[in-house]
């Protein structure tokens, strides 16, 4: 089925390497009429393709899954999962399919892989596609994150399919091509473990080791020091997202990737005003995906990550369980740390204090009393002379007497920093962005996309998200919060 006209680069197809029931072999399924959307070109040139002869007529082909290029192997992956906490032992690529790898300049390895691109026999009783909005919103938000400084998935192509799919209504289809390190989850393992296939656990570690942690290797555990590995990296990722107020909405365990990329961006959303109890998902009752739930959460996943590896860790079962839970319980203070660095940097401390962690919260919980946009309050704070009755911060919030103290004592911890002032507002500015995908935002894009059929709002949008640290006054509309009547106060899965 490949198609020996269209080649893209040199596939490696490594995971397709890999036994029998790591995955089905499986090509997409044809589109009636693809039509290119968007195309990530310079993400294309870092990944070493070979694209800048092909017409966009036959970007569109490849990228709907018309034809495969040349040299790929086309699968779908097997995986688990906990879905809002219930364990599914079977869930798998149901409408994704992976191409296969290209090694990037870098010389890394990176997961081609197509969303939207037909059913599998993982599908169930899903269609294996994907709609138009799902998928420029995916485009749009993990680009977002990437140049955020936030590792991500990224966003290859955007096809129209020409065909409708099934939703609340009918919606015209799309396919989405992302990019990964990997696409190994949590779930990944857990699908093995529930089948209590200890040999294919060894090798799914080995694959991961070799290809993301090969440091890993040369340790005395291998599996412990791929536990710690991932934990780090999921320690770093959660920060990251605290930092700008990202929502993923969908934690569960098929949606973290070992390889501490944010994955999978279903009902996302960027909150606003700070609220650490905020959810966006339509289908999170119960705010289990809350934003401030989210470094609890990762580390209730990797505890399942744990339990997974747990035979390969030690051979002794309870020295093993000892081990994998000291690695589970240093989440929480790696995290803390670089929540705390973080938070120190968005408020341009270069020093740390003893009482640095009050200082933060007490600044967040006025945020909260007083509603407001979390983004624009550190955006604000880094401008100009924080002693002046016009100060920008001032002018944002709403009057809250412990606030303005609060700012007394932000100010003397100032002094006590050092350092030079437009040292200090420059180094601020670069960690607290002015353009972030706000909600309102992304789904006017996308209405003019979809009843429109007008890319020109999604354009635009992605154009201002790729520079978010570079305040322009012509864009400055894209730096408020929603009114009250535009406000998104659900998103949905809309798989
Ligand atoms: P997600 O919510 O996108 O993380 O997907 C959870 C599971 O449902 C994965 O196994 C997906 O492959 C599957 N799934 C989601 N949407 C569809 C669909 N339209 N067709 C088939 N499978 C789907
Ligand atoms: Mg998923």
Not at 151 to 156: E, G, H, K, V, Y
Request: hydrophobic share 40%.
């Amino acid at each position: 089925m490949t198609h020996p006209e269209l080649s893209i680069g040199r596939f490696e197809n490594s995971f397709a390497q890999l036994p029998d029931g790591f995955f089905v072999r499986q090509n997409p399924t044809p589109v009636s009429e693809p039509v290119l959307l968007a195309f990530n070109t310079e993400l294309a040139d870092e990944l070493g393709l070979d694209t800048s002869g092909l017409t966009r007529g036959e970007l569109a082909t490849i990228f709907s899954g018309n034809a495969v290029p040349l040299g790929a192997e086309p699968l779908a992956a097997a995986y688990a999962g906990h879905q809002f906490g219930n364990f599914v032992p079977q869930l798998g690529d149901g409408r994704a399919i992976l191409l296969g790898e290209v090694r990037d300049r870098a010389g890394r390895l990176r997961d081609i892989q197509l969303k939207g691109s037909g059913p599998t026999p993982f599908s169930r009783r899903g269609d294996g596609r994907s709609a138009l909005g799902p998928v420029l919103r995916e485009y749009l938000i993990s680009e977002a994150m990437h140049v955020l400084g936030v590792p991500s998935t990224r966003a290859l192509a955007a096809v129209l399919s020409g065909d409708r799919v099934l939703r609340e209504g009918y919606k015209q289809g799309a396919v989405m091509t992302r990019v990964a390190s990997s696409h190994i989850r949590v779930g990944s393992f857990q699908y093995f473990a529930a089948r209590d296939d200890q040999a294919s656990i060894q090798r799914l570690m080995g694959y991961v080791i070799g290809r993301l942690y090969p440091e890993a290797q040369h340790s005395e555990s291998p599996a412990l020091a791929l536990l710690q590995a991932v934990i780090e990296q999921q320690a770093k990722l959660i920060a990251h997202w605290m930092m700008i107020g990202f929502v993923h909405g969908v934690m569960n365990t098929d949606n973290m990737a070992l390889s501490g990329e944010t994955i999978d961006f279903g009902p996302c959303a960027f909150m606003e005003a700070y609220n650490p109890d905020i959810v966006f998902s339509s289908i999170d009752q119960f705010g289990r995906y809350a934003y401030g739930r989210q470094p609890g959460i990762a580390q209730w996943n990797l505890a399942r990550l744990a339990e997974a590896l747990l035979p390969l860790i030690d051979p002794d079962e309870k020295k093993s369980v000892e081990l994998a839970s000291a690695a589970i319980s240093d989440f929480a203070p790696i995290y803390h740390e670089l929540w705390l660095d973080g938070m120190r940097a968005k408020l341009g401390l270069f020093q740390k204090e003893e009482d640095d962690r009050a200082l933060i919260g007490a600044f967040l919980d006025g945020l909260q009393r007083t509603e407001t946009d979390f983004t624009l309050a550190f955006r604000r704070l880094g401008e100009r002379d924080l002693g002046a009755s016009a100060s920008p911060f001032l002018g944002l919030v709403k009057h809250d007497a412990a606030l303005i103290d609060w700012l007394d004592g932000y100010r003397a911890r100032l002094m006590r920093d050092g350092g030079d002032d437009q040292a200090r507002f420059a180094a601020m500015q670069k960690v607290n962005p002015i353009y972030i995908p706000r909600n309102h935002q992304v789904e006017a894009a996308l209405s003019a996309a979809i009843d429109e059929g007008d890319l020109g709002p999604f354009k635009a949008l992605h154009g201002i998200l790729a520079h978010p640290f570079e305040e322009k006054a012509e864009f400055e509309a894209y730096s408020l919060p929603s009114q009250s009547s535009e406000r998104v106060y659900q998103t949905f899965c809309g798989t």
